[in-house]
T-cell receptor, first 110, second 115 residues
Framework: DAKTTQPPSMDCAEGRAANLPCNHSTISGNEYVYWYRQIHSQGPQYIIHGLKNNETNEMASLIITEDRKSSTLILPHATLRDTAVYYCIVRGSGTYKYIFGTGTRLKVLA | DADVTQTPRNRITKTGKRIMLECSQTKGHDRMYWYRQDPGLGLRLIYYSFDVKDINKGEISDGYSVSRQAQAKFSLSLESAIPNQTALYFC??????????????FGPGTRLTVL
């Protein structure tokens, strides 16, 4: 599975969009980009995943560059409850394995 | 996710004791997993099971054993607990989707302290 690089921490003002970047320059053609978050010591929460196209659901949007070497998770209107560690994970179809790195610690400020 | 439950949520035990952590799910998924998380680190896979008769070791299985009692239940045992097994333990479930992806859904975790 491709390695990912994320900034260790970010701040975002409440009500503004939070844009969390992830670099995955060694991603291969059949590998998906997944995003999870972990609030305090709770279980990781699935947010979104994608292969090539941009994806949107009720929680967030995922923007994947055309060369697929990087992606951005967008929380359109961040709230204090979005304060968490966000993990970007790249994994191939047909594989069970998730490699959790250290993620980005997002702090939403009032 | 309320569909995946773990018991107990917190446990303090002593070195050498046998401990069992339990996981149940109502998602109807075939695949179940056990992870541990140490402070400031990502999750590491201990064991995984793709169905009731299929059990596999993960990257850090030494000192642990598992039992898949039913599709919905997957237990993790520490036969003789030691202090460096103090950690957060998470259970997860998934099902193979069209296209070969499977999205894992995690339980709330068990905080285990071994004195």
């Amino acid at each position: 599975d491709a390695k990912t690089t994320q900034p260790p921490s970010m701040d975002c003002a409440e009500g503004r969009a939070a844009n969390l970047p992830c670099n995955h320059s060694t991603i291969s053609g059949n590998e998906y980009v997944y995003w999870y978050r972990q609030i305090h010591s709770q279980g990781p929460q699935y947010i979104i995943h994608g292969l090539k196209n941009n994806e949107t659901n009720e929680m967030a949007s995922l923007i994947i560059t055309e060369d697929r070497k990087s992606s951005t998770l967008i929380l359109p209107h961040a709230t204090l409850r979005d304060t968490a560690v966000y993990y970007c994970i790249v994994r191939g179809s047909g594989t069970y394995k998730y490699i959790f790195g250290t993620g980005t610690r997002l702090k939403v400020l009032a | 996710d309320a569909d995946v439950t773990q018991t107990p949520r917190n446990r303090i035990t002593k070195t050498g004791k046998r401990i069992m952590l339990e996981c149940s799910q109502t998602k109807g998924h075939d695949r179940m997993y056990w992870y541990r998380q140490d402070p400031g680190l990502g999750l590491r896979l201990i064991y995984y099971s793709f169905d009731v008769k299929d059990i596999n070791k993960g990257e850090i299985s030494d000192g642990y054993s598992v039992s898949r009692q039913a599709q919905a239940k997957f237990s993790l045992s520490l036969e003789s607990a030691i202090p460096n097994q103090t950690a957060l333990y998470f259970c997860a479930t998934s099902d193979l989707a069209f296209g070969g992806t499977d999205t894992q859904y995690f339980g709330p975790g068990t905080r285990l302290t071994v004195l």
